[in-house]
């Protein structure tokens, strides 16, 4: 699998906190094919609008724990699926992701889920947690989507909106936590007919796996 990992055309953002946005992460052959094959079944409805943590509504599939693929995620992908998540669990990969961001990942663990938001999903403004040292999402959206937009927030308003990202094909997006990387998804409207599909990549300090 020849993943673009080298591409230049992440574009690094400084505002309001730090981030990355590129545009054509994955060869457009290599992205077809995933995008086709994404995984369609095996996912739990993740749900909770109560408590003092985030709040959200998706679905979830785990492909890899700590660094370590979940078997019964794993033995249902596709080839190329197998094949793009061990490029993501390489050294090389890694070394990429730690270059250009510059944070510190040799002591972190992966872990990648698969995620679908489905019409009137969506997650509410939060930071991520502090564990988490990087984070990265990879959309592979069913069509156009109405919401579902990543919003770069400038606080915890859900109105203090600073950039607005559509979960567009090939589209990938890197956040560094921190206490001010507020940032939501915007519910996806009621009666959609498509699906924002995407892949999350959390690289968590091995401290608080
Ligand atoms: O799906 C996205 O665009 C962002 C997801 C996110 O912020 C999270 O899972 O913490
Ligand atoms: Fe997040």
Not at 56 to 65: E, R
């Given at each position: 699998m020849n993943i673009r990992r080298y591409s230049p055309d992440f574009k690094q953002k400084k505002e309001p906190f730090e981030w990355f946005c590129s545009d054509?992460?994955?060869?457009?052959?290599?992205?077809?094919r995933l995008q086709s094959e994404f995984p369609q079944n095996g996912y739990r409805k993740s749900h909770r609008e109560e408590g003092d943590e985030k709040y959200?509504?998706?679905?979830?599939?785990?492909?890899?724990?700590n660094g370590v693929p979940v078997l019964d995620t794993w033995n249902n992908l596709t080839t190329a699926w197998k094949s793009m998540l061990i490029t993501i669990l390489s050294e090389g990969y890694r070394n990429y992701s730690s270059t250009l961001t510059g944070r510190d990942l040799t002591e972190t663990h992966l872990h990648v889920r698969f995620t679908i938001y489905h019409e009137n999903c969506w997650l509410a403004p939060h930071c991520d947690?502090?564990?988490?040292?990087?984070?990265?999402t990879l959309y592979f959206?069913?069509?156009?989507?109405e919401g579902g937009e990543l919003l770069i927030l400038g606080s915890s308003d859900p109105d203090d909106i600073k950039e607005t990202v559509a979960p567009a094909p090939n589209r990938s997006v890197i956040l560094l936590?921190?206490?001010?990387?507020?940032?939501?998804?915007r519910k996806v409207v009621s009666g959609s007919q498509h699906a924002r599909r995407a892949l999350l990549l959390h690289y968590v300090s091995s401290d608080n796996k």
């Open positions: 054509r992460f994955l060869s457009p052959k290599v992205f077809a959200y509504s998706t679905w979830d599939l785990l492909a890899i724990d947690r502090t564990d988490k040292v990087i984070t990265q959206p069913t069509g156009a989507i936590p921190s206490p001010y990387s507020w940032h939501s998804v």
